[in-house]
């Protein structure tokens, strides 16, 4: 799945080398946003697994979240926060939306978006596969693709605005 997302970062050209830090981060932090909350919640398990990675810089798979792990709370067992028991409709939404966001900004964006030369090439990881039942019903592929529109709707809008580099990294 990664690799789709990739290709699809390279194909829409999300190369954010004209923004400043500060716009990168903006984009890269609304693109998850949208992908989580476009993800379908039930448990919140599923968007709790959704990852920002930079472009042969990171390896989103061997992270804990780049594996599909079942967070799921039962009658035998409590959940790992945000994530809550299945059938939950939805509840923990808005705790599992900051909780990625926070763990995506302390682990990925805050280290990779630094200094003179900051990655500009980064795409959305899911450690779904297209083809899985889960996956299609976590709604993941459309999740994934809110989020590339959002980060290039920011970035169009801070290229727009004057925020940009006269040369692109």
Do not use: C
Request: net charge positive.
């Amino acid at each position: 799945m990664a690799s789709k997302f990739s290709q699809q970062a390279n194909k829409l050209g999300t190369d954010l080398g004209a923004l400043f830090n500060r716009g990168i981060r903006q984009a890269l932090v609304a693109g998850l946003v949208a992908a989580v909350q476009a993800t379908k919640h039930d448990s919140s398990n599923a968007a709790a697994h959704w990852m920002i990675a930079a472009k042969g810089r990171s390896r989103p798979g061997a992270r804990k979240a780049g594996r599909i792990n079942d967070w799921r709370g039962s009658n035998e067992r409590a959940s790992v926060a945000p994530v809550g028991k299945r059938r939950d409709a939805g509840i923990h939404k808005m705790r599992a939306t900051k909780f990625v966001r926070e763990r995506e900004l302390r682990e990925v964006v805050e280290k990779l978006v630094a200094g003179r030369l900051p990655e500009t090439v980064f795409y959305f990881y899911h450690p779904l596969e297209d083809g899985e039942e889960y996956a299609k019903n976590a709604e993941i592929k459309s999740a994934g693709e809110a989020g590339v529109a959002e980060t290039l709707r920011v970035y169009q809008n801070r290229i727009a605005a004057g925020n940009a580099r006269k040369n692109p990294l």
